[in-house]
């Protein structure tokens, strides 16, 4: 099929008129505050229909955009050469309508009214200009798709109401106050973004917008939004975040059922949203409210939800069928009144991501409890050692191997080998745990002597618990689990680490109640250490303290319940310490309430103490 085109007209020379007024009616150069758009520009986008012009700093469109399909001077007086060319595949002024105009990034001030002369354009990008106003011509763009106007100065869109065929509307960034009810005119829009504003309330007849999919209203002084927008059966994105939205002006959200994602966060709401049978939403944001109740039977509505947050609210507690979101992958909990971890999320079993920080939860150690991947393997492990394992009790008899329920499915699913009290363990375990490839291992309060050389063969381990054992030596194979980001040897019959711990990622190290008199150097080679734990041992000094002050990530320093007889000054220079626990040891110097002052008094006490060439300038 032949590309439509059309061919501009020729007037004949002598209809042409030579007087000075006409001709510079005519032929008038473009006014000198604004740039020239280059022949070249003006020649593709009559061939192709697009004129795209952008971060040029342009303050107007020149006129020679509103009448691009009329000849200027130059080109009315090359006429004749080409006019004996018309053989040729393509004449330059053969030309399609413009259907795209594109002036995003630069500074206009002013659209003018010539912008109807774009009878066939359908999409319009203004993007990041400096406008005020809107021409009211604009509405005589019958066939317009698409019209990006964010990031300008408008406060008002009135001209905008009676595009017909208008499917997407940007107008977010301005300073628009009011949306008329005229909005409902706009019958086949789809995307509608209005963030960024402030404006106050939506109209009723948005309910009229049956074609919409996406609303972002975010970001402006939304106090009501009118039950009609339960008329938006396609709608799947209702961004309402950051209003002045509270339950009561709140609409119940009733069988929407293509909403996939509804944002409230930055309100203040005091209890859920109602999201009757709005059964695909698979992200609820309900972040910095003010809800403080988890309705019981909330979740049962809401199968597929794949994310929650709930951060910055008050819940002091869960409802049990939090548990029935069995799609949930993602939860916020994060700055509530959370006491302890509820044992409802230990059924989440598809949850990746857990955030917990900022509750007043004392039964989890801060450092898992702030990373959102540790907590979820701390919670699995609690179900795991419920479900995957069973020993009897300790007092009665010790477990077995041949008692030992292996269950590939749950080890899969968890990423964790949690075992406890248990003497023999079956090889074919270890053999799973390698096949899955675990993460987390947990052989911790058992009366290991040894470890099975099996175990270190899962290379894919990152947090390895042997704590509360009773080993005399750090097996050699250990080296290969080189993506250790944990290691905890707490409350073994350990005096001597025996090998060079080379893990370039480990960042917490636990050495607590053992037999350690000194720090093992292998220690200060540990350049990604964070947290170092050596309470309760039998250390009568701090030995190499400049490999300490060497070791810049660390934070947690525990040296307390020792027979530390003296602290040498230069650990004041340690200023990357966070926590410095020296409590409990048998130096006189500094004195204990120095100590209790906390741990940026005591460094800088020590640093006072140092002779001055010491001190770093």
């Not at 053989?87 to 795209?100: A, G, I, L, M, N």
């Not at 991501?353 to 540790?374: M, W, Y």
């Not at 250790?484 to 680490?497: A, F, W």
């Not at 906390?598 to 460094?603: A, H, Q």
């Amino acid at each position: 099929m032949m590309k439509k085109s059309s061919r501009i007209p020729v007037r004949p020379k002598s209809a042409i008129s030579t007087s000075s007024t006409n001709s510079e009616a005519i032929f008038s150069p473009c006014d000198a505050s604004t740039e020239e758009i280059p022949d070249e520009i003006i020649r593709r986008a009559r061939l192709s229909g697009q004129l795209k012009y952008n971060n040029k700093n342009l303050t107007v469109i020149p006129d020679r955009i509103y009448r691009i399909n009329e000849l200027d001077d130059r080109e009315r007086k090359d006429i004749d050469l080409s006019l004996d060319k018309l053989c040729q595949e393509q004449s330059w002024w053969d030309f399609v309508p413009v259907t795209v105009l594109d002036f995003s990034f630069n500074r206009i001030t002013l659209l003018k009214s010539d912008i109807q002369n774009f009878a066939e354009l359908k999409v319009l990008n203004l993007q990041y200009n400096n406008l005020h106003s809107l021409p009211q011509e604009l509405n005589q763009l019958a066939c317009l798709n698409e019209l990006i106007l964010n990031n300008n100065q408008l406060d008002s869109i009135s001209s905008v109401y009676s595009l017909p065929q208008l499917y997407k509307l940007n107008v977010s960034n301005n300073n628009i106050n009011t949306i008329s009810k005229d909005i409902g005119n706009l019958t086949h829009l789809t995307v509608l973004n209005i963030s960024n504003n402030k404006i106050e309330t939506l109209p009723e007849d948005i309910g009229y917008m049956k074609a919409l999919t996406h609303i972002d209203a975010s970001n402006n002084l939304i106090s009501y939004v009118p039950s009609e927008i339960n008329m938006l059966s396609q709608l799947k994105v209702l961004d309402l975040n950051k209003n002045q939205l509270n339950s009561e002006s709140l609409p119940l959200f009733l069988d929407m059922r293509n909403l996939t994602e509804l944002n409230l966060s930055y309100n203040q709401l005091t209890k859920l949203p109602i999201c009757t049978d709005c059964k695909n939403l698979s992200h609820l944001i309900l972040g910095f409210n003010k809800i403080d109740d988890l309705e019981n039977d909330y979740f049962l509505t809401l199968p597929k939800l794949s994310l929650l947050s709930l951060k910055n609210n008050k819940i002091a507690e869960l409802c049990p069928n939090i548990g029935d979101l069995i799609n949930l992958t993602i939860l916020d909990l994060s700055d509530n009144e959370l006491t302890n971890v509820p044992n409802e999320l230990a059924t989440l079993f598809h949850l990746k991501t857990l955030f917990l920080g900022g509750n007043p939860i004392k039964t989890v150690r801060n450092d898992i409890l702030r990373d959102s991947k540790r907590i979820v393997s701390y919670i699995k492990t609690s179900h795991v050692n419920s479900h995957q394992v069973h020993t009897p009790d300790r007092n009665s008899q010790d477990s077995t191997s041949s008692e030992i329920k292996i269950d590939k499915y749950t080890l899969d699913r968890s990423k964790t080998l949690a075992l406890s009290k248990v003497i023999n363990i079956p090889e074919s375990l270890y053999e799973i745990a390698q096949d899955v490839k675990v993460e987390q291992a947990d052989l911790s309060h058992n009366r290991l002597s040894t470890v099975n050389s099996k175990l270190f063969n899962i290379t894919s381990i990152r947090e390895l618990d042997l704590s509360n054992n009773i080993l005399q030596a750090v097996p050699p194979d250990i080296l290969n689990l080189n993506k250790l980001v944990y290691l905890n040897l707490e409350n073994n019959k350990l005096s001597d680490i025996g090998i060079d711990l080379n893990f370039p990622h480990l960042r917490e190290l636990n050495l607590s109640y053992n037999k350690f008199k000194r720090i093992p150097e292998s220690v200060f080679g540990l350049k990604s250490l964070e947290i170092l734990m050596m309470n309760n041992n039998h250390l009568d000094e701090i030995n190499q303290h400049d490999g300490l002050i060497q070791l810049n990530k660390l934070t947690v320093l525990d040296l307390s319940n020792n027979n530390i007889g003296k602290i040498p000054c230069e650990l004041g220079l340690a200023k990357q310490l966070n926590h410095l626990n020296l409590i409990g040891n048998s130096f006189k110097y500094p004195r204990q309430d120095i100590l209790h002052k906390g741990t940026p008094y005591l460094l800088s006490f020590l640093r006072d103490k140092l002779p001055r060439s010491d001190t770093p300038p």
